[in-house]
C-alpha cells in the first residue's frame, strides 16, 4: 500500500460520514419520481462492459420486471480497461461478466459494435453499424452516456448517437442521458427513478466485473445519497437527463465538446472517498455547460 493509499484508509471514519452528510444536502429537493414509461422495446448504449450497470442498472432491472425487450449494444471491444490482464484476456474475461449480468439485470439481447476502447468515433462506419441497430430494434426508450463526462469513449458514444438520429428523422422516442464519470448538477437532473427494490440486484451485477482494478462503491453511495432529490422515503435512485429525440439532437449541438477537455477538468465519481472532489471540482464549469446547452 502506497502513502497516498494509507492516508485515504486513515481518514475514512471521518471522511465517508461527512461525504455523505453534504452531498445528502447538496442533493436535497422536492423533484418527482418517473417510472419506466412502460417502454416495452429498450435499447441500452454502453461504451464499455460494465457502463450498463453502472449507470442505469437498477432501472434496467425494472423494464425486464414489467416484461420489456431489453437490448445492450457495448460500444467498444472493453480492452482498454483498468486491469491487470492482456488485452486479449481482458477482452474475453469481460464478455463472460457480461453473460453473468445478462441474467442478472434481465437483457434480451447483447450486441457488440467492437469499435477499439478509448477511441470511439462517430464517422460513417460507427453511424451506420448504429443505424442498422436501432431500424431492426424500433426501440421505445434509448439509453446512453453523457455529453460531459472525463471518458472521451462516453462522450463520443453520445455523439454518435446524435449524429445516426440525424440520418433517422422517423425515430421519434425517449432517450435517457445515464452518468457513468460525472455526476449530473442537481438542477438539471429531470428523471429519478426508484431502485430500492432492485438496489441488491444491482449491487450483484457489479460484483460479477472482478477483471476491473477500479473501486465501484461511489456509484453504489451516489444512488443511495440521491435518494434525497425526492421527499419520499426510499433507499435508492438513478437519476438521468431524459430528452425528447428533438431535444436531444440540440442539446448535442450546443455542447463544443472540442472547447473543453473534460478529462482534465472533472474527476470520476466511482468511489466513496473522493466524492466531494469528484462531485465539486469545477462545479461551476459543469453548471455553466449544462445551462447554455439545455
Request: proline share 4%; charged share 25%.
Amino acid at each position: 500500500m502506497n502513502v497516498k493509499e494509507l492516508i485515504i484508509n486513515m481518514v475514512k471514519p471521518i471522511n465517508i460520514p461527512v461525504t455523505k452528510l453534504i452531498l445528502k444536502k447538496h442533493y436535497q429537493a422536492n423533484k418527482p419520481l418517473s417510472g419506466t414509461n412502460n417502454a416495452m422495446r429498450v435499447l441500452i448504449l454502453a461504451p464499455h462492459m460494465d457502463d450498463e450497470t453502472i449507470g442505469p442498472g437498477g432501472t434496467v432491472r425494472l423494464h425486464a420486471n414489467e416484461g420489456a425487450e431489453i437490448h445492450c449494444v457495448f460500444i467498444t471491444d472493453g480492452s482498454n480497461s483498468v486491469s491487470d490482464l492482456p488485452k486479449e484476456e481482458l477482452t474475453k474475461a469481460r464478455q463472460q461478466e457480461i453473460d453473468s449480468v445478462k441474467d442478472i439485470l434481465g437483457l434480451t439481447a447483447i450486441h457488440y459494435m467492437g469499435l477499439p476502447d478509448g477511441n470511439v468515433t462517430s464517422n460513417e462506419l460507427s453511424q451506420h453499424k448504429l443505424k442498422d441497430m436501432i431500424m431492426k430494434i424500433n426501440p421505445d426508450l434509448i439509453y446512453c452516456p453523457l455529453f460531459v463526462d472525463a471518458h472521451r469513449d462516453h462522450t463520443a458514444t453520445a455523439q454518435l448517437l446524435a449524429d445516426t438520429l440525424e440520418q433517422l428523422p422517423a425515430v421519434d422516442c425517449a432517450i435517457r442521458q445515464y452518468e457513468i464519470n460525472c455526476a449530473i448538477p442537481p438542477e438539471q437532473i429531470n428523471c429519478i427513478v426508484d431502485i430500492s427494490d432492485v438496489y441488491n440486484v444491482k449491487e450483484a451485477a457489479i460484483e460479477k466485473f472482478e477483471s476491473q482494478a477500479i473501486a465501484f462503491d461511489g456509484f453504489l453511495a451516489l444512488n443511495r445519497i440521491k435518494a434525497n432529490l425526492v421527499t419520499q422515503r426510499i433507499v435508492a435512485v438513478e437519476s438521468f437527463l431524459e430528452h425528447t429525440t428533438a431535444n436531444y439532437k440540440q442539446h448535442a449541438k450546443k455542447i463544443n465538446q472540442d472547447t473543453y477537455n473534460f478529462s482534465k477538468l472533472f474527476k470520476q465519481i466511482n468511489r466513496t472517498d473522493t466524492l466531494l472532489w469528484a462531485i465539486y471540482k469545477n462545479l461551476n464549469v459543469k453548471q455553466t455547460i449544462y445551462r447554455k446547452s439545455r
